[in-house]
């Protein structure tokens, strides 16, 4: 532990960029701060923090102890508390821990001023301050009987006038210091260990960064899309408040416990948070987070949210999109909530939309994330970049503006002039000047719309036009594993010379089967299916959709050892064999839901072309997934098979890789060949 070195008294409080996490223990004399940090050291353990009593570090740094501290003057007593304040925060840092204080805000002895003893240098160090809010009549109990302290007597009117006050002016004071400020009510404190609620908080404040909460979101948007039995073309990303709905939650959340509590004070809470000096930063929604784990516990909260959900209405436009949406497979929805994501669930059940809309946003501690606007550009840039999606952002405010720049098209929602955002005009016509090219949908259609429709056009999205535009497929349809790490270990020894026959059809197969589990399955989707569990109980498990109803095409002869991969991922499947399409048999066709047609190579593409044209003579809606190790990258660049692609949105292509290289194999570079050790025959 590093050692304490005496700081001139009047020393500022300076630890750089590299700033500790140091939480404070506050609350009136005799509410229990003490023993809530000493039954906090074995629940928290001491390898990742460190904890002060700050009475005993000035006891341990002031010559002649805390008696001779006590008989200074407030001067001389704040420069001894700076000099502890830093030696503390010092500390921490020096050794890699989240510190854990107990202090002190202000004394107050009764009929006399208030006397602050928190000074800037606290306020500098502080990242974060609990409030121990302790009924006055149990503090002025455990004070009577606290006999190993001298406390100066005060009757319980005065104590709870003193605990008030310091609740009024701590909460001030931390947004202007960008502090976190949370007040722990009785009710939020489980009786028989206080400890475990606080506990759960610091835990949570020593891992909490913004930069962990934007790897959090990402991990939750990766669950979301994994969860999905399709994976999308298309995702509409849409934010939630005042956007697909007239409604603020957050502002309705805190009208319902105003008028409980008979304060409106309680109603503007939101709008006094953002527009103070935090604004809307990462450490704005933070302490939103932390107002909400204050007002109630998890039972009142869920009871907050049914309320609220009750009085939202979404627009009849939206409701039409989003019920279109989750008719096509290849459409989904996210809605990315800065509010309530629990509020914003609830309002999806109520209108049928829960299983086809999921819901990204925080609200409390247990939601892990914020979602703030870098959140919602980082997300929106994930979808494209990652997931390879077409992405529609919906957004109505500045906090939107990330995710409309991100998105491949951005429609900003215009509502009542009253409540739109006042400052939306300028960060648009900012954005709009660099570049962003954005539609504006007027909700009602009788409000003025924002900026003018050169710069920002009108857009009704409930024209056939527009849906069309949102709904239909994105073509071409391809679907590479090149940049992954797995597909190069598969592709190794498909290039290697030295291999053939066995071996080589054998690393075939093993391609065969993860293009089918990794990419086809996205393509076809997955249905659940019931059998039977190991411990005798019925369970859950998952096939491709009409798995039976699956026909594989192995084209001969190349095809065939990726096609014995593709069975042995999809065992109910249909097999045939065929070198020309006039090869398939009708009854085979007749009986298909969906087709997978194999190849090793695709040169030019002329092969699988010849069999889609030919099955597209009677089967026009009958889907194809076209399944390859190799294409050539022109032959979807030009030409036939790029022509099928972008024309028949029921085409879909997957492949290990594409390959710059073309040429027309014979001898020993002929794939078929090479697989049926038949080199020298050619």
């Known amino acids: 532990m590093a050692t304490y070195q005496p700081t001139a008294p009047g020393a500022q409080f300076t630890l750089g960029d590299n700033k500790p996490t140091v939480v404070g223990l506050y609350g009136i004399s005799g509410c229990g701060k003490t023993k809530l940090l000493n039954d906090l050291k074995p629940e928290l353990g001491e390898d990742s923090f460190i904890f002060w009593d700050g009475s005993e570090k000035i006891d341990s740094i002031v010559p002649d102890g805390l008696k001779a501290f006590q008989a200074m003057g407030k001067a001389e007593q704040d420069k001894w508390r700076k000099r502890a304040v830093i030696s503390i925060g010092e500390d921490s840092k020096a050794n890699g821990k989240t510190g854990v204080v107990a202090g ?282 990652h997931y390879q999606m077409h992405v529609w952002a919906f957004g109505d405010s500045p906090i939107d503006m990330e995710m409309l720049k991100a998105a491949d098209e951005a429609i900003v929602v215009v509502g009542e002039e009253k409540t739109r955002s006042k400052s939306m005009e300028q960060e648009l016509s900012t954005a709009i000047s660099n570049g962003l090219s954005a539609r504006q949908i007027i909700l009602p259609n009788t409000v003025s719309p924002r900026l003018d429709n050169s710069k920002l056009p009108v857009v009704d999205i409930t024209t056939d036009d527009f849906l069309n535009s949102v709904l239909r497929h994105r073509s071409p349809r391809i679907l590479l594993a090149s940049d992954r790490t797995s597909a190069k270990l598969l592709m190794t020894p498909t290039r290697n010379a030295a291999i053939g026959g066995p071996a080589l059809r054998k690393a075939h197969r093993r391609i065969g089967w993860y293009l089918a589990t990794e990419f086809v399955t996205n393509v076809i989707g997955l249905e659940k299916y019931s059998l039977p569990h190991v411990l005798g109980r019925a369970t859950i498990g998952y096939r491709i959709a009409h798995e039976p109803q699956t026909l594989i095409i192995a084209l001969m002869r190349g095809g065939e050892p990726m096609t014995m991969g593709v069975s042995e991922a999809f065992p109910q499947a249909m097999v045939v064999h065929a070198k020309h399409p006039d090869e398939i048999k009708r009854e085979n066709l007749q009986k298909a839901h969906t087709l997978i047609i194999v190849d090793s190579v695709v040169n030019t593409g002329k092969s699988m072309v010849e069999f889609v044209d030919y099955i597209r003579k009677e089967y026009a809606q009958l889907p194809i997934v076209l399944l390859a190790n190799v294409v050539q990258d022109q032959s979807v660049t030009h030409g036939a098979l790029n022509r099928i692609l972008e024309e028949d949105s029921k085409v879909n292509l997957v492949a290990l890789r594409l390959s710059t290289t073309s040429y027309v194999g014979s001898g020993v570079t002929d794939t078929g060949n090479r697989l049926f050790n038949t080199t020298h025959l050619d």
């Open 104 to 385: 002190h805000f202000m004394f107050w002895l009764e009929g006399q001023e208030a006397e602050q003893a928190c000074t800037q240098a606290d306020l500098d160090m502080y990242t974060h301050i609990i409030y121990l809010e302790i009924p006055p009549g149990e503090v002025l109990e455990r004070r009577s009987k606290d006999t190993g302290k001298h406390r100066e007597s005060a009757s319980m009117s005065h104590l709870g006038k003193w605990q008030q006050l310091e609740k009024d002016r701590l909460r001030q004071i931390c947004r202007k210091n960008n502090i976190l400020f949370l007040v722990v009510a009785p009710q939020l404190l489980n009786k028989w260990s206080p400890s475990n609620k606080v506990s759960t908080l610091i835990r949570d404040f020593q891992r909490h960064s913004e930069n962990y909460n934007s790897k959090l979101a990402k991990v939750k948007l990766d669950e979301a899309i994994g969860s999905l039995l399709n994976r999308p073309e298309t995702m509409l990303v849409l934010d939630a408040d005042k956007t697909i709905a007239t409604e603020d939650t957050g502002k309705l959340f805190w009208k319902t416990v105003s008028d409980a509590r008979s304060s409106e004070a309680d109603a503007d809470t939101l709008a006094d948070l953002f527009g103070g000096p935090l604004g809307y930063s990462y450490n704005a929604f933070r302490q939103a987070t932390l107002l909400y784990e204050e007002t109630a516990d998890d039972w009142q909260f869920e009871g907050l949210c049914k309320d609220v959900a009750e009085k939202v209405t979404l627009h009849p436009e939206f409701l039409s999109l989003l019920r279109k949406a989750a008719e096509e497979k290849h459409v989904s929805a996210l809605l990315l909530t800065s509010g309530l994501r629990r509020v914003w669930e609830l309002v999806l059940e109520r209108n049928n939309l829960s299983k086809t809309v999921t819901v990204i946003g925080g609200g409390r501690i247990a939601d892990g994330i914020v979602v703030t606007g870098a959140v919602k550009g980082g997300l929106v840039s994930r979808l494209r970049s």
